[in-house]
């Protein structure tokens, strides 16, 4: 547990508020000649996406470092339907009330 | 503005109750809303700190997430140019996916480069997402610490990542790389210091690009954006 470790924290927090400021003002800070090639482009259009995914995966799909994939798996069952909803819809708070809803109905009818 | 202004809200909550639902004490989880402010960056590093992941690994994720910020600074920037640097790094911090995709909407088609009328544009914007979203995030971090662990709200954390997932995922390059990128993240769970998350990011990336290549597929659609908030 390093969360209530100060000095990690700290660091961390520096750490994150600089990788921000540098991503979101990147193209505003270097000078107008400067250009973002389009194969690099293409690359940046892809990598976030998957480091959604490789976060949101195993955070849903293991437990304690096991694959659980399976019909007990409640929050697989509610991801994939918020996601479904939000594919159709876009409605942020619609997802999450769905997604919630989905999880709790499924907990205590387990 | 209103529907944004309520998925900005529910965004910042669930940031806010996620930090303090994974053991973060509220005086960080305040200096770290106050600070970053970038939700998925946020939520994405939630479950690495809570395990000690080593910082050069914590930032390479958060970089790799906000990496989506680079194309809308590209994008946007002819409006910006006159500014002094300091007005410029400012208006980059506040340039999240929400006043990106107002303020690139609003103004595509016109011809002037950074106008008073844009900037007014973009500051009222971005002042309005700050103020709600950080006091939706102070808000969930004081109640975070109420709910009951029961209730599972770190799938609400997951579900907001989601949001901002789902839109990026519309062509058959993209949704190759993530479908890859959730194989290799499940299978590399294990890897110590949580370098899985690392490998299976090179692994989509190289997956969507050969994917791109093979089939056909010329530009990529115009920058994509969710309806989530400054994440």
Known sequence: MRLDDWGYMLAAIAGLMIVTVLTRASFFMLPSHVQLPTRVERALRYAPACALAAIVAPGVLTREQEIAIGWGNHQMWALLTAAAVFAKTRNMAAMMAIGMGVFTVLRLAA | ?231
């Open chain 2, 1 to 231: 503005m209103m529907p944004m202004a309520l998925a900005i809200s529910v965004w910042g909550v669930v940031t806010g109750v996620a930090m303090v639902n994974q053991g973060m004490s509220v005086a960080l989880g305040l200096l770290m809303t106050f600070t970053v402010f970038a939700g998925s960056a946020q939520l994405a590093v939630l479950p690495l700190l809570a395990v000690g992941a080593p910082l050069p690994v914590v930032w390479a994720t958060a970089l790799v997430v906000n990496l989506r910020f680079v194309i809308f600074a590209a994008s946007s920037r002819r409006s910006f140019v006159d500014l002094s640097f300091r007005q410029r790094v400012l208006a980059g911090y506040l340039n999240g996916d929400l006043g990106f995709a107002l303020f690139s909407q609003r103004f595509a088609d016109d011809p002037d480069r950074g106008s008073p009328v844009q900037w007014g544009y973009f500051y009222g914007g971005a002042l309005v997402n700050w103020v709600v979203w950080q006091a939706a995030s102070v808000t969930g971090i004081v109640l975070g610490g109420l709910a009951p662990s029961a209730w599972g709200l770190e799938l609400a954390a997951y579900l907001a990542l989601t949001a901002v997932l789902v839109p990026m995922c519309t062509r058959l390059p993209a949704i190759a790389g993530v479908l890859v990128a959730v194989a290799v993240s499940v299978v590399m769970v294990d890897l110590p210091m949580r370098l899985g998350l690392l490998v299976a990011v090179a692994a989509g990336v190289t997956v969507a690009m050969l994917g791109e290549r093979l089939g056909g597929t010329r530009r990529p659609a115009a920058a994509q954006t969710g309806v989530d908030a400054v994440s």
